[in-house]
């Protein structure tokens, strides 16, 4: 779908064809007023934008500028000028997230409502405007309840604070559009895929409508494009549905020998489907991509195409000083570049649904994620309750819908140290599972338990019912002494023999430290020390580490702080980097490079690098394709000696395990440093690694002869 700026809205009276043409999307990001009403909900729509109210761009966070305690009510509203044109075409409201609880009236007259301030969603607003000025008011609310989700986190009551971990950042949190659609819409497209030794099949659900008071006649072309960018495939079909009725019909494409999406190298096909009208003329558009894989869970291992993997990677929050939760996507494509240069091929982007800028980022880096809703820290009378399980279940839905067909999404998860051995945990468990099973069938679910993270690795049909188990173990601070943590995966490995773990968190937070700078050289050797003890034990599947950076909380603060950022990063809040980040990076760095010297006549004149990839079994491990290796020799006076390229093979599991190559320049004298880097198709280091030559050079003080005592005695 084609994407407006504001600006063109004014204009599409002039240039909106009268034949059928291909639905448009408007942003409408810029030109809203704002009120923030607290807790007071008897302000009307219609005062939205009285005096006194604030000029905000979307997406836009109320809580970065009024801080943490800022809960309740908000009020948004802007005009839209729509041309006669466009009147009493369709027209729906899109809305990328509002937080929390949303109600939208056009023109004073409520169009709709939706709970959950992560996910997507449309209002049919046709009949509400009309040609010339019109009216949009949104009231988010920001508050959390006992069966909400985010919600109360009830099992720490005790502690006087029920407060989740993180902000809430009140507002619409993400873009919003108008569609305009004449005649029918592509509602969407599942797709899902097939491998054999042979050949890939796409096969595509698409969901479509049609708007018109008339019934109509629509072809739906489907192409498949594959990552060099040439046609792999085409199908074509037709579909007769009655005046406003909706349909769908399906489709399959097979390619032979396909590209193949891998850890670390994300090949991507894209599945075009387009739907025109009885003259053929093109009415919508939808483009989605796709990556030929194979996921398995397999003797407590994990295989990405027949090959054993073993990955790691660090968790982030959807927080920054300047942003809040209202990312844009410049910050998380800046925050996801770090975690490229931290070698992260497996996340789980922490606690809620993600914008799609994610699952686009992740699906193009070869990156596994393990999305999840913000069901956290919840009593067994929460699990239990009717409302959040239906709740959680059209939450689920919801992103499934929206983020479903990315090739990144290992396994769902659904909830995060909440009371899982419950009999109502073990129910919301089976439940949700059924759910998601249903409607995403192929992909794995699992949860976050921190129960599991003591001594007795307690068994629960919760954590029986998951296809792996993710742990939260703390070892070295909530989890007990760091040196526990090999007794404790010893008592997992006996309680759950038939159980992959995946360390779904580990790290340090500040205050159980004197200071920030303390904190970080405990993270360092903390991290050091339980990945070694992960390493060690092939049935942990993969790591993750609590966290990127530092994020707003009302928790696990340096006391007395009741409000500030959590010092847990590897980066500040402001993206400094910790030392604890060249801690990570080395630890999880898949390939390391040696280099000996090549001399003429005493002086360097080449070298010979011997490139060596993780075994498999190493954590981490998996195969590394598509790499180039740059290196550059430099001189004194930073002069350029010489460099080269060369395109890798296939290293590590599957491929080689070791590579030597060689570079050369003509013989100088003085230091050389060789910098060599290796890196994959989307440019993200696998190595970078510099080589220095220092000339000898020795200390010594002046003693020249003494003229007296150096004559040499005659020899008769």
């Known amino acids: 779908m084609k994407t407006l700026r504001p600006a063109t809205l004014l204009l599409l009276a002039a240039c909106w064809p009268s034949a059928a043409v291909r639905a448009e999307s408007i942003a409408l990001d810029a030109g809203w007023h704002f009120r923030f009403a607290g807790k007071d909900a008897s302000l009307a729509p219609v005062e939205a934008d009285a005096p006194g109210a604030q000029s905000v761009d979307l997406p836009h966070s109320w809580n970065v500028t009024r801080g943490a305690d800022a809960d309740g009510i908000g009020w948004y509203s802007r005009e839209v000028v729509l041309p006669q044109a466009l009147a009493g075409q369709h027209l729906e409201l899109h809305f990328g997230a509002v937080f929390y609880k949303a109600r939208i009236w056009v023109n004073g007259v409520e169009a709709g409502a939706h709970e959950g301030g992560h996910t997507a969603f449309d209002l049919d607003v046709s009949r509400l405007m009309k040609a010339g000025a019109n009216r949009i008011v949104v009231m988010a609310d920001n508050r959390p309840g006992f069966a909400t989700i985010p919600g109360y986190a009830m099992r720490l009551k005790g502690s006087g604070n029920v407060w989740y971990d993180w902000w809430r950042g009140g507002g619409i949190t993400r873009d919003v559009s108008l569609r305009i659609a004449q005649g029918g819409l592509i509602r969407g497209q599942k797709l899902s895929q097939t491998l054999s030794a042979e050949k890939g099949t796409v096969s595509t659900h698409i969901s479509l409508d049609n708007v018109d008071a008339q019934p109509r006649k629509f072809t739906i072309t489907t192409k498949l494009t594959d990552p060099d960018g040439q046609a792999a495939g085409e199908t074509h079909q037709q579909i007769t549905l009655p005046a406003h009725q909706s349909g769908s019909v399906d489709a399959a494409l097979s390619v032979p020998h396909p590209q193949l999406w891998n850890i670390g190298d994300g090949r991507l096909y894209e599945v075009t489907t387009s739907l025109s009208d009885e003259t053929g003329h093109m009415l919508d558009e939808k483009r989605d991509t796709l990556g030929f894989r194979t996921i398995t869970l397999r003797d407590r291992k994990l295989y990405v195409n027949g090959q054993p993997v073993r990955l790691s990677g660090v968790s982030r929050h959807q927080d920054s000083p300047w942003e809040g939760a209202a990312e844009t996507r410049g910050t998380i494509l800046k925050d996801y570049r770090d975690l490229a240069e931290l070698h ?92 998601l099973n ?279």
Not at 417 to 423: G, I, Q
Not at 563 to 582: M, T
Not at 637 to 664: E, K, V
């Open 438 to 716: 249903r409607i995403d069938p192929g992909r794995f679910v699992t949860f976050a338990d921190s129960d599991v993270s003591t001594h007795a690795a307690p068994r629960t049909p919760a954590l029986a019912a998951a296809d792996f188990i993710m742990a939260n173990a703390y070892f070295g601070t909530w989890s007990g002494a760091a040196s526990g943590v090999g007794p404790w995966l010893e008592a997992m490995d006996k309680t759950w023999p038939d159980k992959m773990l995946v360390i779904s968190e580990f790290g340090w937070p500040g205050p159980f430290s004197a200071d920030s700078a303390g904190a970080d050289r405990d993270r360092t050797q903390n991290l050091r020390e339980q990945m070694a003890a992960f390493a060690a034990r092939p049935f942990v599947g993969g790591t993750i580490f609590w966290d990127y950076q530092d994020y707003r909380s009302n928790k696990n603060l340096f006391a007395p702080e009741e409000g500030g950022y959590v010092d847990h990063g590897l980066v500040d809040k402001d993206r400094q980097r910790r030392p604890s980040f060249a801690a990570w990076e080395e630890v999880n760095r898949p390939l390391h490079a040696s280099v000996q010297w090549t001399y003429a006549d005493g002086a360097p004149s080449g070298f010979t690098v011997k490139l060596v990839a993780n075994a498999a079994g190493s954590l981490p491990s998996y195969p590394l394709s598509h790499l180039r290796l740059h290196w550059q020799a430099i001189g004194k006076d930073r002069s350029l000696l010489a460099q080269g390229d060369a395109a890798l093979p296939l290293l590590g599991p599957g491929g080689l395990d070791h590579l030597d190559l060689t570079g050369a320049w003509p013989r100088v004298d003085g230091p050389v440093q060789v910098q060599v880097e290796v890196r994959n198709a989307q440019g993200a280091a696998a190595m970078v690694q510099r080589f220095d030559y220092l000339p000898f050079k020795a200390g010594s003080a002046p003693f020249p002869p003494d003229p007296t005592q150096n004559q040499a005695k005659a020899v008769s």
């Open 344 to 435: 992260t091929t497996l996340t789980r982007p922490i606690h809620y649904p993600q914008p799609e800028t994610v699952f686009d980022i992740a699906d193009r880096a070869g990156m596994l994620l393990i999305p999840e809703i913000p069901v956290w820290q919840m009593k067994a009378e929460q699990l239990g309750d009717p409302r959040l399980l239906d709740l959680a279940k059209r939450m689920t839905a919801e992103v499934v819908a929206q983020s479903g067909n990315h090739p990144s999404i290992l396994a769902w998860s659904v909830m995060n140290e909440c009371d899982s051995s419950s009999p109502q945990g073990a129910a919301y468990v089976a439940a949700m599972k059924a759910h």
